[in-house]
């Protein structure tokens, strides 16, 4: 115990460190609530962060799971990387303001530990960057792969469907490294959505796009070993789906958030079930609290996403 509050100590000074080396309009706590395009010329920064950066090979992640398990802060600046030296920075920037249901262009532009660009990245998932984005209560998720231009620096478009606050999880493997997920906040304008509150869900089946998912975990105990199962079926004939197709190299995707945002937990399917009808997979919940789970399968050439929210103790 009191080893652990040494390292949060010197996890705090390093952080304060990091901080006041941080150059730009995000180092002080108003980058999160930093209005995108507002009085920033046609660039608007929202960056830097370091939210929810880890490195996905340290000794401390258990059996493939790739989770953040950093005892994290409050909402801003929980700087919590876990080995000095993997300090790499994801500048998001927007082409102009971004207003909701229009084509944003984002550049996310990443750097390494003195700043320079990171040059080459390593492929995970079939990918070289993989970008998450949720809002503020988790009611909108979506994950889309920006493309590399050079120099670290890649570009996608994409829409956001309101008004209100998004976060952006971008999750890559410089070339010899293990993965690392950084996020940042940014903020849409127009109409914002009514925000819900986080419920876990009572019953985990859920039917999307014609199929009826089923959602089991092993146990829902944090700092344990999760398996999730999803059982997918047609949900008209209620027959398992044994042709699930590969997404992303795997059986399916699955990502996890708590319900704060602040950890990003990245899951790898267990070996063995390639077509379904069940798609194993396993993490580990860092603490107690409401998560939201998305999972993603292909099914006859279409991707679909199914989505629980549990309960961990
Ligand atoms: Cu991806």
Redesign the pocket.
């Known amino acids: 115990m009191i080893k652990k509050l040494m390292l949060m100590a010197v996890g705090l000074l390093l952080v304060s460190g990091l901080l006041t080396a941080c150059k730009g309009p995000g180092t002080s706590d108003d980058h999160a609530e930093g209005h995108v395009g507002s009085d920033q010329e046609n660039t608007a920064v929202i960056s830097p962060t370091h939210d929810d950066e880890h490195e996905e090979g340290s000794a401390d992640h258990k059996s493939g799971s790739h989770g953040d398990n950093s005892h994290a802060g409050h909402d801003s600046h929980s700087d919590m990387h876990s080995a000095a030296g993997d300090n790499y920075k994801v500048d998001f920037s927007f082409n102009g303001p971004v207003r909701a249901a229009e084509n944003a262009e984002l550049t996310l532009e990443v750097t390494d530990s003195e700043g320079n660009p990171v040059q080459d990245f390593d492929i995970s ?1 079939e ?1 070289l960057m ?1 970008l998450i984005v949720v809002n503020e209560d988790l009611s909108f998720f979506e ?1 889309i ?1 920006p493309d590399y231009e050079e120099n670290g620096r890649f570009t996608v478009t994409t829409e956001f469907p309101y008004g209100g606050r998004y976060k952006l999880f971008a ?1 890559f493997v410089p070339k010899g490294q293990g993965g690392m997920t950084v996020s940042d906040w940014m903020e849409a304008d127009g109409e914002v959505a009514e925000l819900q509150p986080l419920m876990a869900d009572e019953s985990l089946i859920a039917e999307v796009d014609g199929k009826e998912v089923e959602l089991t975990l092993s146990n829902t105990l944090s700092n344990e070993e999760a398996i999730l199962t999803f059982d997918i079926r047609d949900a008209a004939t209620k027959q398992g789906i044994q042709d699930l197709e590969p997404y ?1 190299g795997a059986i399916g ?1 699955v990502v996890i958030l708590s319900e704060d945002t602040e950890h990003y937990l990245h899951v790898h399917p267990l070996d063995g079930q390639d077509t379904g009808p069940k798609a194993e997979f396993v993490t580990s919940f860092p603490e107690s609290g409401v998560y939201k789970i998305w999972g993603q399968f292909q099914h006859n050439g279409e991707v679909f996403t199914v989505s629980f929210a549990v309960e961990v103790q």
Request: charged share 25%; no cysteine.
């Open positions: 998932h990918k993989h994950h792969h999750d992303l995707h």
